[in-house]
């Protein structure tokens, strides 16, 4: 499974971005994981197969929404009311398993990650 993350980039608070994370090969469940300077990784949102199943982060609830386009191979996390503290590294993430997983440990398969920085 190979994925490519894009969409990243400096956008002012308040603000929209969309990611995108092109994925090949054969997976399940898909997620999205951020890593802001010197903090760990975070799981931020996570979808199953049939996206009849999502999971987010309280910190982004309301404000992010996790899709994905099998047709497409494609999974998108739109960003609304984009704040400071949402400025990370986002990764997407790929499993085996089925299911909206929170846990980084499920996630076997990751790509390279893209900027996302929100300025005042």
């Known amino acids: 499974v190979q994925l490519q993350a894009s969409g990243g980039g400096l956008v002012q608070a308040g603000g929209s971005l969309r990611l995108s994370c092109a994925a090949s090969g054969r997976f399940l469940a898909i997620a999205w994981f951020r890593r802001a300077p010197g903090k760990e990784r975070e799981f931020v949102a996570s979808?199953?197969?049939?996206?009849?199943?999502?999971n987010y982060v309280g910190s982004v609830k309301g404000r992010f929404t996790i899709s994905r386009d099998n047709a497409k191979n494609t999974v998108y996390l739109h960003m609304d009311k984009l704040k400071l503290e949402d400025t990370a590294v986002y990764y997407c993430?790929?499993?085996?398993?089925?299911?909206?997983?929170?846990?980084?440990?499920?996630?076997?398969?990751w790509g390279q990650g893209t900027q996302v920085t929100v300025s005042s």
């Open positions: 993430a790929a499993a085996h398993r089925d299911g909206a997983l929170t846990s980084g440990s499920s996630y076997a398969y």
């Open positions: 979808i199953n197969w049939s996206g009849s199943s999502t």
